[in-house]
């Protein structure tokens, strides 16, 4: 069993930065891919990106691309989520996942992950 523990959302205004951190407890952090999801009010939980076990990969949807940033610390059982140049449909809560399997990349897809976080929200004003 792993434990993830999302921190760093908060309230900003568009165009600011904020980075979301995902520290793991319980598992070998560091052979599985790891992934960030975000669910705004009356929708799904969409995927975002996520990052490889060996950080050498990442992937992230065509609506953050160039503006969010996901990178590990495998020493520090972290990953983050560096968003920059926010708008007010980043607005969600985020949440962090786990992949079921390991060694592998990022699975695009919410049923590959074994474990979530508790998620934080970000709210970004116009």
């Known amino acids: 069993q792993v434990q993830l523990v999302e921190s760093g959302g908060g309230l900003v205004q568009a165009g600011d930065s904020l980075r979301l951190s995902c520290a793991a407890s319980?598992?070998?952090?560091?052979?599985?891919?790891m992934g960030w999801f975000r669910q705004a009010p009356g929708k799904d939980r969409d995927f975002v990106g996520g990052?490889?076990?060996?950080?050498?990969?990442?992937y992230y949807v065509d609506s953050v691309k160039g503006r969010f940033t996901i990178s590990r610390n495998n020493a520090k059982n972290t990953v983050y989520l560096q968003m920059n140049s926010l708008k007010p449909e980043d607005t969600a809560v985020y949440y962090c996942?786990?992949?079921?399997?390991?060694?592998?990349?990022?699975?695009?897809?919410?049923?590959?992950?074994?474990?979530w976080g508790q998620g934080t929200q970000v709210t970004v004003s116009s």
């Open positions: 996942a786990i992949a079921k399997t390991p060694l592998s990349a990022a699975p695009l897809n919410a049923r590959d992950y074994a474990q």
């Open positions: 990052i490889s076990w060996s950080g050498e990969s990442t």
């Open positions: 319980g598992r070998t952090f560091s052979l599985y891919a």
